[in-house]
């Protein structure tokens, strides 16, 4: 029996018959959380990623200063009621009123509440009661989740609570970096797309660019075979060469100029397809968007127009001053609230897009004529472009 699986053996190895090797069982967990990154860091996944952080902060930070704001404003009503009773008990225990000492009194007591309403205002209190409207309510805390992580901090909406300052801490330090990778990201891709567009309505074919990438291959290439098909020691071309360059006065040089095509041997059309955007048309582009965010928000918060435009300019360039705020409507308006929460986050968030977009777009600018200002000074060279 030992002699048949010996043989046995033999010859399957002989055939090729080799025993089937296991396999291990593949790793569906590691796949999925691989695919699940990959989507999460694309473009689309950045944008939800970022608007869901947003989401999750506003409700982190309304259940940490949405108790204290109610505690402070309850406190603040109980202090305005008791100033107003002794108030009443002063004049009551005067029985003749004299002015002098009425007035002693009372203003007294209204300096001692005037002192105990502003260290309440320091401490998150808004002026608003119970029942008026909430500073932390969920689209307050929503756009202040934003502010942070966009490094705007208008400072109208601070956490009060030591958990609020320590959890604002964290968020922004994880948040900041998250929205810098977005508006590389979304920036980088709508300058493509931009800049597509724009080669598309100035008639700039892509083929073009095409056809003048590929001029140094071909030239290479027509040098080669030219080279091999030289005139031999007789001065005579071989005769497997094209009928139009076998002229009997034709040398190497003059055949390799006749090989390579007119359009393709011009140097000067390597420069001609070329369509940035121009730095104006960035600049008009956030103009307009500057100006239509400021019509928008002279309408909400009855601001005029330049304050409007102001309000936009330091918004989106992340100065956030904190003078002009959209606090008024946005955070405590009960009617329509959400609706107009989201314009204003689209708002800031497709600003800070659009800006990164002609950031890019103007960069590309600048260093194209930066080397054609190099290459006419003799500074930069052509082979270093070609590298590059």
């Known amino acids: 029996m030992t002699l048949e699986r010996k043989r046995s053996s033999r010859r399957s190895r002989r055939e090729g018959h080799h025993p089937a090797k296991k396999r291990r069982p593949a790793n569906r967990c590691k796949t999925c959380c691989r695919k699940f990154t990959a989507f999460m860091f694309s473009h689309v996944g950045l944008c939800g990623l970022v608007v869901g952080y947003s989401i999750m902060g506003a409700f982190a930070f309304r259940a940490l200063e949405a108790p204290y704001e109610e505690e402070k404003a309850s406190e603040v009503i109980e202090m305005r009621e008791q100033t107003v009773k002794r108030l009443w008990d002063i004049t009551c225990n005067y029985n003749v009123l004299y002015?002098?000492?009425?007035?002693?009194?009372?203003?007294?007591?209204?300096?001692?509440?005037?002192?105990?309403?502003i260290a309440a205002v320091r401490d998150g209190y808004?002026?608003?009661?119970?029942?008026?409207?909430?500073?932390?309510?969920?689209?307050?805390?929503?756009?202040y989740s934003l502010t942070v992580i966009t490094t705007i901090g208008y400072g109208n909406i601070a956490a009060k609570t030591n958990w609020g300052k320590v959890v604002t801490i964290l968020y922004a330090i994880i948040g900041i970096p998250l929205m810098f990778?977005?508006?590389?990201?979304?920036?980088?891709?709508?300058?493509?797309?931009?800049?597509?567009?724009?080669?598309?309505?100035?008639?700039?074919?892509?083929?073009?660019?095409?056809?003048?990438?590929?001029?140094?291959e071909h030239y290479r290439v027509h040098h080669i075979v030219l080279q091999e098909n030289a005139p031999n020691s007789h001065g005579s071309l071989d005769p497997s060469l094209p009928s139009k360059f076998a002229t009997p006065h034709s040398t190497e040089e003059e055949v390799k100029m006749e090989a390579i095509p007119?359009?393709?041997?011009?140097?000067?059309?390597?420069?001609?397809?070329?369509a940035n955007v121009p730095i104006t048309l960035c600049l008009a582009l956030i103009t307009g968007y500057i100006c239509g965010g400021a019509f928008l928000f002279s309408l909400w918060e009855g601001w005029n127009y330049l304050d409007g435009a102001y309000f936009c300019f330091v918004t989106l360039s992340t100065i956030g001053f904190g003078d002009l705020v959209p606090g008024d409507t946005v955070v405590s308006d009960t009617t329509g609230s959400q609706e107009k929460l989201v314009i204003c986050s689209l708002y800031v968030l497709g600003g800070m897009a659009l800006i990164a977009m002609c950031f890019n777009l103007v960069q590309e600018e600048v260093i194209f004529k930066m080397r054609n200002l190099g290459k006419r000074l003799g500074i930069v060279n052509d082979s270093d472009d070609s590298d590059d």
């Not at 002015?99 to 309403?117: G, P």
């Not at 007119?262 to 070329?274: I, T, V």
């Open 181 to 216: 990778l977005y508006l590389t990201n979304i920036g980088d891709l709508l300058a493509k797309s931009f800049k597509y567009l724009y080669r598309r309505l100035c008639g700039c074919k892509p083929e073009d660019g095409r056809q003048r990438r590929r001029h140094p």
């Open 99 to 117: 002015r002098e000492n009425w007035t002693r009194t009372v203003t007294s007591e209204i300096e001692d509440f005037q002192s105990a309403l």
């Open 126 to 143: 808004d002026g608003k009661g119970v029942e008026a409207g909430q500073q932390w309510s969920f689209s307050g805390a929503f756009l």
């Open 262 to 274: 007119d359009d393709l041997s011009e140097e000067g059309d390597y420069g001609k397809s070329r």
